[in-house]
């Protein structure tokens, strides 16, 4: 075997099933190896969406999703996507082309250090400088990105070591995966008797705790404890425990499970990330315990100081704390909890009387909720669509909604509904975008259509970059920078074999979500959308929490 045919065995080994890519002289090699392999390449249009979707497949899968590119501007090209998946604990392995070894340090063409390119945004980057270190640099590249919170990994691949021969066997303990045990017993008791001294404790779940493979052990612990909890926009949603679920927190602190937070004496966190809700907007000056429970330690901060940290597999760890619980939680307070969850379900319930056109985006949630199923998969764009979702659409399992939460990268829902496809085939899939990120990422509806791909996608359309627009309305008085052009949807879909709508009334809106969902093609719905009550999204906000 060359090293390409070495490193296409070794994806093999893994149980890679896709690579998403685009071909270039330093990584044709790879193209040629996978024509003889099961893994099904996946070309697409732009380096940036095959970053999107192996990062999409690793969170549903959780191992690797692998991408593919050339070296220099192929290899830039998937910075953006590798950012996104490090800050939002997705495992991605990214495969770069490199020049030939002797051109390394050569003003030549495409020359490039991507391993100094990738070192911010990955976990781990290095280049496989001899056919002997491929295996080496393969192997550690993906137990970084799997191991701990996970991210991306970064593998350079000169186009030499690409071609080299590879002498003797491939062993198949390459990139074995790292199992961890229970946090360490003293920091167990610790928390235990933290919380036990509690009477208002409350479970904050970060996106860690929403890992599918997580939700066994999460459901046991948190239904077992009887304690309340609320969730990031990533974290684990109403399907944990449904009478415990207080609602989502982040964005704005001015949500009803926020008001919970403010009232807690003791915050455990579970697969919590400071960058889902910076804790300095809600925890500073707080003199409660935090206890956190995750797979990595959290780095200290003045607003964020644990008192008791259980490191370790996260539902070993909560398997551990489970039985040595016996809090008496406070009933005005577990009520707080009640009532915040029936504040946001009776505000989602105005959705099914708000009629008329533009449409009102709880009337949208509202038909959306109507055609759900426990199969479908929700992937969502950010813009001001992502945040009325996020309050108001319930999840029904682990990972069936997906956010980006951490980057808030535009453009991920059309490549992270493609990629959905391959990981739950046979599933319906809907994605949601404003009319500006759509465009980011839209000409990979060619790919879509050319590899079957079946998914209806919702343009909440208001001509602008309205989640900017309303912010900067609140912060300055006005806005600037935010209004766009209109296109045709529903010409646009025909253009790339899919089939379009456009919502020209309310009532029109349910009717066509479940014809698009028989289609046989990709399914673009154009909604024009009335966002005039947005800056009700912040209401009771003080500036400092504008972002």
Known sequence: MNGAQVLVKLLEQHGVTHVFG???????????????????????????????MAQAMGRITGTVGVCLATSGPGVTNLVTGLATATSEGDPVLAIGGEVPLDDRFKHTHQALDGVDVMRPVTKYAQSALNIHS????????????????????FLGLPKDVGLAEYPGELSTGWARPIRQGPAASTEIHRAAELINASRKPLLLLGMQASQPSMADALQRFVRGSGLPYCATFQGAGAWVAPEQFAGRVGLFRNQPADHLLDGA??????????????PSLWNTG???????????????????LPAAELIGDIGASLAALAPLLQVQVDERFRRCGDRAAAELQATADEGAQLS????????????????????????????SHY?????????????????????????????????????????PVISVSGDGGFLFTATELETATRIGSRFVHLIWNSCSYNMVAFQEQAHYGRTAGVQLGHYNVEAFAEAFGCKGYRITDADQLGPVLREALQQSVPVLIDIPIDYSQNLKLMQDVHQDFIH
């Open 22 to 52: 685009i071909p270039g002289a330093k990584v044709d090699s790879v193209f040629e190896a996978l024509l003889d392999s099961s893994i099904e390449l996946v070309l697409c249009r732009h380096e940036q969406n095959a970053a999107f």
């Open 134 to 153: 491929l295996p080496e640099v393969f192997a550690n590249g993906v137990r970084a990105a799997e191991s701990g919170r996970p991210g991306a990994a």
């Open 265 to 278: 004496d003791c915050v455990i966190t579970v697969g919590f990330d400071a960058v889902e809700f910076d």
């Open 286 to 304: 707080a003199s409660r315990p935090l206890v956190v429970v995750d797979a990595l330690a959290p780095d200290q901060d003045q607003a964020f």
């Open 356 to 383: 008329g056109t533009p449409l009102h985006p709880l009337r949208v949630i509202h038909e959306l909720r109507q055609v759900v199923t426990s199969d479908t998969t929700l992937a969502l764009d950010v813009g």
């Open 387 to 427: 945040i009325w979702m996020n309050r108001y659409f319930p999840s029904g399992h682990a990972r069936q909604v997906l956010v980006s939460n951490g980057q808030q990268t535009l453009g991920v829902a059309v490549p992270w509904a493609m990629a959905t496809n391959l990981c739950r085939p046979g599933q």
